[in-house]
C-alpha cells in the first residue's frame, strides 16, 4: 500500500515480479520556514506588500522572491528564494515564511512475483503467489530480494569464514547464531539477507550502531537484512523450518524483517514464490492455530529453563499447578523430542505449524 | 435508573493486549466485586471491532456468574429488577494505544509543561512537546509534527494579554505541517486551543479551517495560575466525539453505553483521586503495564498524572534496560548473570510478551526491571509535579542571596506520601504480596511511615468509570474488593553519621497487648506478621540525622495498620544504599530477602552457597 493515496498502474490478472512497479504516488516535500521580516529588515506586516509572490504560488531556488525600497527608491534590497517549492504561508503576524519542498515521487515495488488478485484504487494492490512461507520471530533492514543460499547446519554458529563472494545477492540460511562480526562480513559482500536461529542482543547493538528499545523494525539503514527464526541467544534453528528452507535453495526469495510486537502484530518473513506450472494441485491444509491446543500438537517452548525445545503436547490439565517461581498458572505437559517429560505454562509455548 | 437503584452493574476495560469486564453486584446491603472475563483485544486487523473482544470478556463474565449479559447487539440492560442484563453497563479503553497527544506551547518550561500536565490529566500519551523556544530549528519541528499521526492537539501558548506573535507561531507550524488524524485521513484532527484569548481569532484565521479546533479558557491565563480543568473536559469530550467514534468498532461500542467511554489511565487516576479525598491524605499511585508506566500523585490535593511511554514490562522491557543501563539492573539480583544474558532474556520477552518466568532466577529479573521501571517512572513525575515555573515567589532576603529558582523542585515530598498503591500486571501476579510490597518500596522509596496496596485484580479502571454514576457503590467495592493492603513501611529518611548507630529504635505494642522493640543499624530490614485489619501502636525514635516525619531525630508515636505482608522496619537507608561492590550487594540483597521472606528459602540457600 502507498503512504498516502497515488495512482495505480496495474490491473487485476496482471503478472508482476518481485520489482514492477505497482502503484506510484507524490509526498508532499519538507517545509522550510524563513524568517523573511528579519532578513528584509522590515516588520512582518509588511510582508505582504514585499513577497512577490502569494500563498499556493510556486517558486524556483535562486527565484526573486521579495524586494524592500527605502529612501524614495535609492536603496534596494532583495531577497532570492534560498529552496525552490511551494509557498505555504507568508505570516503577517509572525514574519516568517514558509516555502514547502517539490513533492518527491515514491513507487511501490510488488515485492514477490505472482498476479494481481486485487486492486484497490489510489492505494495499491494485492498480488497473490503460492509460496514457501516461513515467519521469523525478529527482524531487522526491509523488504529484500535475492537467491537463497545454504551456509550451515541448523546448530552450527555462522563464522566469517563461512562468507565469501559467492554469496554475494543471496540471502544465506541456517545455523543457530550470527554475530555482528558475520553480519558486517555479509554486508561487505552484497549479501541481501541472512536467515538464521538466533543473535545475541550485544551483536545486535554492534550490528546497528545503537541500543533497541522498543521492537518496531524494518526501517533500519542496514545493507542487508537479519532475520531471526528462533530467538535471542544462541538457538538451532528448529528442524521443519531450516528444512524446508533447504528445500528453497537457488530459488529467489522475498524478504522483509520488518517486525511490530505492540498494536498489529508484525512479524519478519520469508516468502518463496513458485510458479503455478510448478505446482500440482493446490490442497487446502488444515490451521494448526485455529484448532488450538490439544495432545499430539507439535509446540516449541519459548522461556527457560527449557528455552527452544520442541516437543508434543503430553496433557493439558485444566486445574492451576505452582511453578518453580511459586506462580499458580495454567499448564501442559510436553514430550520433548528428546525422551523428556516436562511441565511448563501454557503461556509460554507456541504452536508450531508443520 | 437512579444510581441508588441500580443492583447489578458491569464494566468493561479495552485494553491494548486485553478485553477485562468486571461484575459487580449489590448483595444484601452492600455492593461487592462477583466475577471477571477477560479475552484478546480486537481492534487490530484481521478483526478490527472492538466490541468482538467485549462480547467474548462478557460471555466469560455470563457464564461464571450464570447471569445473562449479552443481548443480540450489544448488552442487555434491564428495565425491570426481575429482568435478565444488567443496570449499568459502561467502559474504559486503551486499545489501539490510547488516546495519544501532541501539545504545543510558546515557552517550554511555562505553557509547553502545563499543556504536557493537562494532556496527561486527560489520560492521554504525550507523543511530543512543541514550543517556540524550544532551542530546535523550524523546519525539524515541521518535519516532526508531520510525521506524528495523534488523535489530538492541545495548543496552549500565551498569557491572556501577553505577546501574539509567538503563539501565532505554533499555530503556523501546526498549519503548514498538517499532522493527519490516527484512525485514517477522512476526519478533521481535532485541535484544542487554550491559549492567549487574544490571539483566538489570530488562530482561527491561520488555520483557515483545516482543523476540527476547539477553543477554550487559557490554560496559563497567568504566569501564576494554571487552569487545567477545561482542558480535561475538551479532550475528554473529543475523545468520545472524534478519536472514539472513528477507532474500529467504537461507533458500535458507544451506542451500548450511556455512559461516555472514558480513556483507561483516567479512570485509574479517578479512584487514587477519590483514595486521596476521602482519606485526607497525600497518595502516589502506579500503574506498572506492559508498555508504560503511569505514575499519580495527589499532594496537598493538586493531582498530577504522568504517563512513561516506553517503561514498561514486555512490549517495553528493553527500554526500560536502555534507559536504565544494565549494570542498574544487575544489582537487583543476587546471582551471577553477564550482560549479555541478561540482554537477551529481556529481548526475548519483548518479543513474546505474553510469556511468564518459569524460575525463580526469571523471575528476580523481572522484579529487578520493575524496580527500574519504577524509579525512572518516578523521577519523569517529580519532573512534572512541581511548581508553576516562571513565577517569581516573594524575595526574602535569604532568597535574594541564595537565589531560590521557585517552581525548578518537585513540591512531592516522600516523606508526606501517607499512600502508595501499585496495578498492573507484575505486581497483582507476584507469587507473594511482600514480593509487591518490596518492589514498590524499592522502587519509590517510601520515607516516614507508609502504607502501600495494590489493584487486587486490575479492577481501577472499572471502578472509575463507574464512579461518575455511581460513586457509592464504586468506593464500596474499591474498599472492599479492589484494595489489597499489602502492609506499611516505616523508614526514616537519612543516614547515621557513624555506621554503629542506630538509624531508628521501634517498639510496637502488638494487637495481643504484647511489646516488639527492634533497633535497626544502617543495611538492616526486619518484617513484622500484623494482618490485615490488625493495627499496633509504635514509638519510633530515629537517629538524630534521621526523620521519621517530625524532624531529624524526633520522636514519632502513631498507630500502623497491617496487611497481607505486615509491617516493614526499613533501615537500609534514605537514599537506598547500594554497594557498588557485586559480591556485597548480592551478600545484602540475600540478606534482605531473607529477612522478609521475599522468595522461597531452599533458593535463596542455593545462591547464598554461590556467594559464599
Same mark, same amino acid.
Given at each position: ?62 527565484? /526573486? ?26 505570516? %503577517? ?87 555482528? %562480526? ?20 550485544? %551483536? ?47 530459488? /529467489? ?60 503436547? %503430553? ?40 | ?12 476495560? *479495552? ?187 489570530? &488562530? ?25 480543568? $477545561? ?100 544489582? @537487583? #539480583? ?20 505474553? #510469556? ?24 519523569? +513525575? ?46 497483582? +501476579? ?19 511511615? #507508609? ?19 455511581? $460513586? ?16 506499611? *513501611? ?41 494482618? &490485615? ?12 540525622? *534521621?526523620?521519621?516525619?517530625?524532624? $531529624? ?21 534514605? $537514599? ?15 540478606? @534482605? ?20
Amino acid at each position: 500500500m502507498l503512504p498516502i493515496t497515488g495512482e495505480v498502474l496495474v490491473h487485476e490478472g496482471d503478472a508482476v515480479s518481485h520489482d514492477t512497479i505497482v502503484a506510484r504516488t507524490h509526498v508532499p516535500g519538507d517545509v522550510n520556514m524563513i524568517p523573511l521580516f528579519y532578513i528584509l529588515g522590515v516588520e512582518p506586516y509588511e510582508l505582504p506588500r514585499v513577497v512577490l509572490k502569494k500563498e499556493g504560488e510556486t517558486v524556483q531556488k535562486g527565484e /526573486l522572491l521579495a524586494i524592500t525600497k527605502s529612501f524614495f527608491g535609492l536603496f534596494r534590497t532583495e531577497y532570492r528564494a534560498r529552496y525552490g517549492g511551494t509557498i505555504e504561508l507568508i505570516s %503577517d503576524i509572525t514574519g516568517m515564511v514558509g516555502i514547502r519542498d517539490f513533492p518527491v515521487p515514491i513507487n511501490l515495488n510488488a515485492y514477490i512475483s505472482g498476479k494481481v488478485s486485487k486492486v484497490i484504487p489510489e492505494n495499491g494492490a494485492v498480488v497473490q503467489t503460492l509460496a514457501s512461507f516461513v515467519q521469523g520471530i525478529f527482524g531487522v533492514g526491509g523488504e529484500r530480494h535475492g537467491e537463497i543460499m545454504a551456509i550451515a547446519e541448523p546448530q552450527v554458529e555462522l563464522t566469517p569464514d563461512m562468507i565469501d563472494k559467492s554469496c554475494a545477492g543471496k540471502i544465506l540460511m541456517g545455523g543457530s547464531l550470527v554475530t555482528a %562480526d558475520v553480519l558486517k562480513k555479509a554486508e561487505a559482500e552484497g549479501v541481501k539477507g541472512i536467515v538464521t536461529g538466533g543473535i545475541r542482543r550485544v %551483536d545486535l547493538t554492534k550490528f546497528l550502531g545503537y541500543e533497541m528499545g522498543v521492537a518496531i523494525t524494518g526501517q533500519e539503514e542496514t545493507g542487508l537484512t537479519c532475520i531471526i527464526t528462533e530467538g535471542f541467544g544462541r538457538m538451532t534453528m528448529a528442524k521443519h523450518t531450516y528444512e524446508l528452507l533447504r528445500s528453497c535453495e537457488g530459488r /529467489l526469495a522475498s524478504i522483509n524483517g520488518a517486525t511490530q510486537i505492540r498494536a498489529g502484530v508484525i512479524r519478519p518473513e520469508v516468502v518463496v514464490p513458485y510458479k503455478e506450472s510448478e505446482v500440482g494441485e493446490f490442497k487446502e491444509e488444515e490451521d494448526a492455530l485455529a484448532e488450538g491446543m490439544y495432545p499430539g500438537t507439535r509446540v516449541r517452548i519459548i522461556r527457560q529453563p527449557y528455552f527452544g525445545a520442541i516437543g508434543t503436547v %503430553d496433557t493439558l490439565p485444566a486445574e492451576l499447578q505452582q511453578l518453580e517461581s511459586e506462580s499458580w498458572v495454567r499448564v501442559m505437559t510436553v514430550k520433548l523430542d528428546d525422551g523428556r517429560v516436562v511441565t511448563v505454562p501454557r503461556a509460554n509455548v507456541e504452536i508450531m505449524e508443520e | 435508573m437512579k444510581p441508588e437503584e441500580m443492583r447489578i452493574m458491569l464494566a468493561t476495560d *479495552c485494553g491494548s493486549t486485553t478485553t477485562k469486564a468486571r461484575l459487580f453486584r449489590k448483595i444484601r446491603d452492600e455492593y461487592r466485586f462477583v466475577c471477571t472475563g477477560e479475552a484478546p483485544t480486537t481492534v487490530e486487523a484481521p478483526y478490527e471491532d472492538v466490541t468482538m473482544g467485549v462480547r467474548n470478556a462478557v460471555r466469560e463474565v455470563e457464564e461464571l456468574s450464570g447471569v445473562k449479559l449479552l443481548a443480540e447487539k450489544g448488552i442487555m440492560v434491564r428495565d425491570n429488577p426481575e429482568g435478565d442484563g444488567v443496570d449499568l453497563y459502561a467502559t474504559t479503553s486503551s486499545a489501539g494505544g490510547g488516546l495519544q497527544m501532541m501539545v504545543f506551547g510558546v515557552t517550554k518550561s511555562i505553557t509547553g509543561e502545563s499543556a504536557e500536565r493537562a494532556a496527561l490529566g486527560g489520560g492521554a500519551i504525550v507523543m511530543d512537546v512543541v514550543s517556540t523556544d524550544d532551542g530546535v530549528p523550524l523546519y525539524k519541528k515541521v518535519e516532526r509534527t508531520r510525521q506524528l499521526r495523534p488523535d489530538m492537539v492541545l495548543m496552549a501558548g500565551g498569557t491572556d494579554g501577553g505577546a501574539i506573535p509567538p503563539v501565532i507561531q505554533a499555530a503556523e507550524i501546526l498549519r503548514i505541517a498538517e499532522p493527519k488524524a490516527r484512525f485514517g485521513a477522512a476526519y478533521s484532527l481535532p485541535v484544542i486551543f487554550a491559549g492567549n484569548i487574544e490571539a483566538r481569532k489570530h &488562530v482561527e484565521t491561520t488555520f483557515k479551517g483545516m482543523f476540527a479546533l476547539r477553543i477554550i479558557d487559557n490554560l496559563r491565563p497567568s504566569v501564576e495560575l494554571e487552569n487545567t480543568d $477545561p482542558s480535561r473536559d475538551a479532550i475528554q469530550q473529543l475523545f468520545m466525539e472524534h478519536v472514539m467514534s472513528h477507532a474500529p468498532g467504537y461507533d458500535k461500542l458507544m451506542t451500548w453505553t450511556e455512559v461516555p467511554i472514558m480513556p483507561t489511565p483516567m479512570g485509574e487516576g479517578m479512584m487514587f483521586q477519590t483514595i486521596a479525598r476521602l482519606r485526607g491524605i497525600n497518595v502516589i499511585g502506579v500503574g506498572l503495564g506492559g508498555a508504560t508506566t503511569n505514575v499519580y500523585s495527589v499532594f496537598d490535593g493538586k493531582f498530577v498524572r504522568t504517563v512513561s511511554a516506553n517503561l514498561g514490562m514486555s512490549y517495553s522491557i528493553c527500554n526500560v534496560l536502555r534507559e536504565a543501563g544494565m549494570q542498574n539492573i544487575i544489582r @537487583w #539480583t543476587p546471582f551471577d548473570i553477564d550482560e549479555g544474558t541478561l540482554g537477551d532474556i529481556l529481548t526475548d520477552k519483548m518479543i513474546r510478551p505474553t #510469556t511468564i518466568p518459569q524460575t525463580i532466577e526469571e523471575l528476580i529479573v523481572e522484579h529487578a526491571v520493575a524496580r527500574e521501571a519504577l524509579r525512572m517512572g518516578l523521577a519523569h +513525575h517529580k519532573f512534572l509535579a512541581r511548581g508553576l515555573r516562571g513565577v517569581r515567589p516573594p524575595e526574602t532576603l535569604d532568597d535574594v542571596f541564595e537565589r531560590k529558582a521557585m517552581g525548578t523542585e518537585s513540591y512531592i515530598n516522600m516523606l508526606r506520601i501517607s499512600l502508595i498503591g501499585g496495578t498492573g500486571g507484575l505486581l497483582s +501476579h507476584a507469587p507473594r504480596r511482600v514480593q509487591s510490597m518490596i518492589i514498590l518500596m524499592d522502587g519509590f522509596q517510601p520515607e516516614g511511615i #507508609t502504607r502501600l496496596v495494590q489493584d487486587s485484580v486490575f479492577m481501577m479502571p472499572h471502578l472509575g468509570v463507574l464512579s461518575t454514576v455511581h $460513586p457509592e457503590a464504586a468506593l464500596e467495592v474499591f474498599e472492599k474488593d479492589c484494595l489489597v493492603r499489602l502492609g506499611t *513501611c516505616i523508614a526514616p529518611r537519612g543516614i547515621p553519621e557513624k555506621e554503629e548507630e542506630d538509624v531508628m529504635k521501634v517498639e510496637m505494642t502488638m494487637p495481643d497487648g504484647s511489646l516488639r522493640t527492634e533497633s535497626l543499624k544502617i543495611g538492616n530490614i526486619i518484617r513484622v506478621p500484623l494482618d &490485615v485489619g490488625e493495627t499496633a501502636q509504635v514509638v519510633i525514635t530515629p537517629n538524630k540525622e *534521621c526523620d521519621v516525619g517530625e524532624g $531529624p531525630g524526633q520522636k514519632v508515636q502513631t498507630s500502623v495498620q497491617g496487611g497481607v505482608a505486615g509491617v516493614i522496619l526499613d533501615a537500609r537507608g534514605r $537514599p537506598l544504599r547500594t554497594p557498588t561492590d557485586r559480591a556485597e550487594m548480592k551478600k545484602l540483597l540475600l540478606k @534482605w530477602f531473607r529477612a522478609v521472606d521475599m522468595y522461597p528459602g531452599e533458593t535463596l540457600e542455593r545462591f547464598e552457597k554461590v556467594v559464599s
